[in-house]
């Protein structure tokens, strides 16, 4: 069974369905409402755990009924939470989201998340070090991301970081991480780059696989065996809502990585094309026989 431990952020997500984004001081009606379970690191967990991986996660939850539901939610994908911490005083991260005209806008309030820390990506050693992979995102303090991946070096185990939300990386970063999965944006901000033109460039500077998500276009990626960089074409579907695709590629791409990288960035953009049809960052995601069954049907077509 495939191992992987994801060191992230857990949030809820207040999801409001409105016809267009409001402009600033305007108010709208939207058309629905709904709470759903997120952030970027247990997303990533649950993508991993729902595609049959053994999954262990770091992070923080405050002892408030979001981390309550949070908690449960994690544990019933069947998520091994040692690693979890429960703070007494400091509330559940959580992110407000917009979703209208087929896009989605986001605000992050870290709480828990910004507690973090490098002691507890320590403590989680064992499990690192079993791990096939490990996942890592920006929703949680720097030092605690830069824990993460070199512990995952000292240990050989690859650490796979999504430099999500967009921030500037420390050039250090690059030689760390064993894959870096930026989107477009992502790319242009932690690097200075110019997408897929600076692709080489990254490569240079990375020394590691990039892959980068390019929404519903699918993914481009290179590697040593693919110096120049490869195109994975998306997957056409019906989108509900986009909130949390990257982390489904992500998870999907952890799980998949030990049957080489085209195959895993196949496999990644399928899932995540299958997470794009119903509401929620987690609601979409497939089961390995779902997405199985997806991609027969798709190589039939
Ligand atoms: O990547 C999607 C996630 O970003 C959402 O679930 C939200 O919690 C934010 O962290
Ligand atoms: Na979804």
């Given at each position: 069974m495939t191992r992987i431990v994801v060191v992230g952020s857990i949030n809820m997500d207040l999801v409001t369905l409105a016809p267009r984004f409001p402009g600033p001081g305007e108010t709208l009606l939207g058309s629905r409402f709904l709470t759903a379970h997120g952030g970027k690191g247990a997303n990533q967990a649950v993508a991993a755990a729902r595609l049959g991986a053994s999954v262990s996660m770091v992070g923080a939850l405050g002892r408030d009924a979001f981390g309550d539901q949070l908690y449960q939610g994690l544990a019933k994908e069947g998520?091994?939470?040692?690693h979890v911490a429960r703070l007494e005083d400091e509330g559940s991260g959580s992110a407000s989201i917009t979703v209208a005209e087929g896009e989605n806008q986001i605000i992050v309030v870290p709480a828990a998340n910004a507690r973090v820390t490098p002691t507890q990506v320590e403590a989680a050693r064992d499990a690192i070090r079993h791990a096939d992979a490990v996942l890592v995102q920006l929703e949680i303090p720097l030092d605690t991301v830069e824990a993460a991946l070199r512990l995952g070096r000292r240990e050989s185990v690859p650490v796979i970081l999504n430099?999500?939300?967009a921030q500037k990386l420390p050039a250090e970063w690059l030689s760390l991480a064993s894959h870096l999965t930026p989107n477009q944006h992502e790319l242009a901000t932690a690097l200075s780059a110019d997408a897929v033109t600076d692709f080489r460039e990254l490569m240079r500077r990375a020394h590691c696989p990039v892959v980068l998500t390019r929404g519903g276009e699918g993914a481009w990626y290179c590697d040593d065996t693919h110096p120049a960089p490869a195109h994975q074409p998306g997957f056409a579907v019906a989108a509900i809502d986009t909130t949390g695709a990257g982390d489904t590629f992500n998870g999907a791409l952890a799980v998949f990585l030990h049957e080489g990288l085209p195959q895993a960035v196949r496999k990644a953009c399928a899932a995540a094309a299958l997470s794009?049809?119903?509401?929620?960052?987690?609601?979409?995601?497939?089961q390995q026989a779902e997405l199985d069954a997806f991609l027969t049907d798709r190589s039939r077509a």
């Amino acid at each position: 069974m495939t191992r992987i431990v994801v060191v992230g952020s857990i949030n809820m997500d207040l999801v409001t369905l409105a016809p267009r984004f409001p402009g600033p001081g305007e108010t709208l009606l939207g058309s629905r409402f709904l709470t759903a379970h997120g952030g970027k690191g247990a997303n990533q967990a649950v993508a991993a755990a729902r595609l049959g991986a053994s999954v262990s996660m770091v992070g923080a939850l405050g002892r408030d009924a979001f981390g309550d539901q949070l908690y449960q939610g994690l544990a019933k994908e069947g998520i091994d939470l040692a690693h979890v911490a429960r703070l007494e005083d400091e509330g559940s991260g959580s992110a407000s989201i917009t979703v209208a005209e087929g896009e989605n806008q986001i605000i992050v309030v870290p709480a828990a998340n910004a507690r973090v820390t490098p002691t507890q990506v320590e403590a989680a050693r064992d499990a690192i070090r079993h791990a096939d992979a490990v996942l890592v995102q920006l929703e949680i303090p720097l030092d605690t991301v830069e824990a993460a991946l070199r512990l995952g070096r000292r240990e050989s185990v690859p650490v796979i970081l999504n430099p999500a939300p967009a921030q500037k990386l420390p050039a250090e970063w690059l030689s760390l991480a064993s894959h870096l999965t930026p989107n477009q944006h992502e790319l242009a901000t932690a690097l200075s780059a110019d997408a897929v033109t600076d692709f080489r460039e990254l490569m240079r500077r990375a020394h590691c696989p990039v892959v980068l998500t390019r929404g519903g276009e699918g993914a481009w990626y290179c590697d040593d065996t693919h110096p120049a960089p490869a195109h994975q074409p998306g997957f056409a579907v019906a989108a509900i809502d986009t909130t949390g695709a990257g982390d489904t590629f992500n998870g999907a791409l952890a799980v998949f990585l030990h049957e080489g990288l085209p195959q895993a960035v196949r496999k990644a953009c399928a899932a995540a094309a299958l997470s794009v049809t119903k509401l929620g960052a987690q609601g979409g995601m497939p089961q390995q026989a779902e997405l199985d069954a997806f991609l027969t049907d798709r190589s039939r077509a």
